[in-house]
DNA sequence: CGGTAGAAAGTAATCGTTAACTTTGGCAAG
DNA sequence: CTTGCCAAAGTTAACGATTACTTTCTACCG
């Protein structure tokens, strides 16, 4: 139904080729000619169709991004800024959730090779390296979001976690507190980075984790972390030496914690101060408003935006590139103990 | 560099068309040849162009979606769950934020056409029906989420927003508010409906609005609304007759409103209940946690898909199917004043 | 045993564009 | 006047699949 290069090249007697000359700024095309067929392509609302064309160049302008949560505001907010920006250069964006499901994940990848994304985006819920072998077999480049994946050398950008597990315990301790707990995620990158900045920075301060001091959320089914939370931070509190300070792998799994301190009587942060990681929107409207780790998602959108884009002109770097975003911390009611400093 | 039915098609001796039959399960293929073939796809990780069959087929097995603001909880979760929905039919779904601007969304539904999607999906910012005429001009079927447009027939699927509005008011009135203000949303159906519930249930309480207590959120320019809920009920708690209940247009509207309300010195819900709309996942963890009135996001996401899928099968219903979703509150800390009932 | 039906394959045309050549005609240089 | 070159077009053949039709061969029936 909607217009095509032979309908414009009949009505003016032109042939097929002059036509997608013009559409594509070829040089040996008269002024006169070009202007009559740009006016007809307007009079008719002329749309390249794109499958055609990239039937032939190879290209689709398609881009591929897959999330774990489309709901996680984290990933949501990526997902936004990297939907803007590519389209400025007339990509368009496919985007799933794969539920934080690795086969599901797989398929994802899997429908998206076959639609010949130009470039794809994935923060992965993978536990192998195996799916990643295929896209490069397939020669589609591809750029890990957020969590990275050991013995895999490819594009990265993401916080850096360690320095997300540094800057939150750092803080902990400047404030106070002497012993300070950990409720770590599962065991991919993120919270293993985490992990390793809390150890780093309780040693920097000349600490060390107490006995049951680091718990891990269970996979109670609920992504957000929530009910994870309130589960670890009970197990915690009942600990012989209970913390006086808590860093939690992610915001929800702070709300979590947060909800079984009050719930068990405690005061926030008079008695247990808390950190979490994410700095979500609504830190502020809590209970007792949330310090969190910002993990500068909309930078880790515009950079993984941008990086997509040079990958898609094949102006690909030749080593793959790992790009770290610094973390900030955002300092609530939650964990000041002391009056604020200077 | 990926196989294509050629490679097949060679490696075995065969005709390409032979090859596509069995990639579509043609009957006349002998049962021999066809395992050849399926065992050779195989090895080859055959995936299907599908730019090619596209072009042939006219069915590009692509949907796409256009929300405001997919960082908005309840857009991110209908993205989620039709993203879902619509990957076991094996179609992939291009979404995209239009920022809440009337232009932009424009631009990514021209782009979306170009694209020749086979149903699109929007919950639009615009003003007025003139994109829509060009949509069904091209033929793609559509569906408007979540608002409608005046002197449009056309599928829909959303909530009852007058049913919002009632919900939230009677509620209140019931929780004995005698002065019950509205904070309203922008000049869209939602924002409309919501009002006109408002008005309804008032009246069949026998209350009317008191003068200056229907007050607009301004367009503060943050997506969200917090900041221009701050405003309308600083404006709300300054007027003659202060309200003793506020129904805001949306849970961060509410957020905002809680925060003036508690900045003014006085207790929620005690001097002012307050109730939202969109349930949002972290109502429960605020410092008063927030009453709302849940949208019924999923079954909206669900609804939708489904109606999608049927549309892109051409199984077309005659006329536009409107799909109004009942919606159902719960109530938390925020607005009950009275020992819960039963 | 001839005729025909049907199973199993193949041929040719097509979808809308683009890439790589080829043609046409006009004009300037030799 | 011929040569050669350039601008402005056109021709032909892809791209990777599908559709509609045709061919080939076997088998079965009367």
Redesign the pocket.
């Known amino acids: 139904m909607p217009a ?3 309908d414009i090249a009949n009505d003016l ?6 036509i ?1 000359k013009v ?2 700024n070829h040089p ?6 070009r202007k009559r067929v740009l006016k007809r392509m307007k009079e008719l609302d002329y749309q ?2 794109l499958a ?2 990239s ?3 190879g290209q689709t302008w398609t881009i591929g991004l897959v999330v774990p949560d489309l709901l996680h505001p984290f990933f949501a907010q990526i997902a936004k800024l990297i939907s803007a920006e590519v389209r400025k250069k007339g990509y368009s964006l496919f985007i799933s959730s794969s539920d934080e499901d690795p086969e599901l994940e797989r398929q994802e990848i899997k429908q998206l090779l076959a639609r010949r994304v130009d470039v794809m985006l994935i923060a992965s819920a993978q536990w192998t390296i195996e799916t990643f072998r295929q896209i490069e077999q397939q020669k589609i480049p591809y750029i890990l979001l957020d969590r990275q994946l050991a013995g895999l050398e490819c594009n990265f950008v993401g916080v850096d976690d360690r320095a997300v597990g540094v800057l939150a315990t750092s803080h902990l301790a400047e404030q106070g507190c002497k012993r300070i707990a950990h409720i770590r995620g599962p065991e991919v990158s993120t919270a293993i980075g985490r992990l390793d900045g809390y150890r780093q920075a309780l040693a920097s301060h000349r600490m060390t984790p107490l006995p049951g001091h680091i718990v891990s959320i269970g996979k109670s089914g609920d992504h957000r972390g929530e009910r994870g939370g309130y589960e670890a931070a009970t197990k915690l509190l009942a600990s012989k030496k209970r913390p006086d300070g808590i860093f939690c792998f992610n915001d929800p799994v702070a709300l979590g914690a947060m909800r079984a301190i009050l719930d068990a009587g405690l005061r926030i942060p008079e008695d247990v101060a808390v950190v979490g990681c994410g700095n979500l929107s609504y830190s502020d409207f809590l209970r007792v408003p949330l310090s969190s780790v910002d993990q500068g998602s909309k930078i880790i959108g515009k950079r993984a935006a941008a990086l997509a884009l040079a990958l898609a002109h094949n102006k690909a770097p030749l080593r793959p590139k790992s790009e770290l975003i610094p973390p900030h911390l955002v300092v609530r009611a939650s964990s000041l103990r002391l009056p604020a400093a200077k």
């Open positions: 095509r290069l032979k007697g032109l042939s097929v080729v002059t997608s559409l594509r040996d095309i008269g002024e006169a000619t390249p169709n055609a064309r039937l032939i160049t």
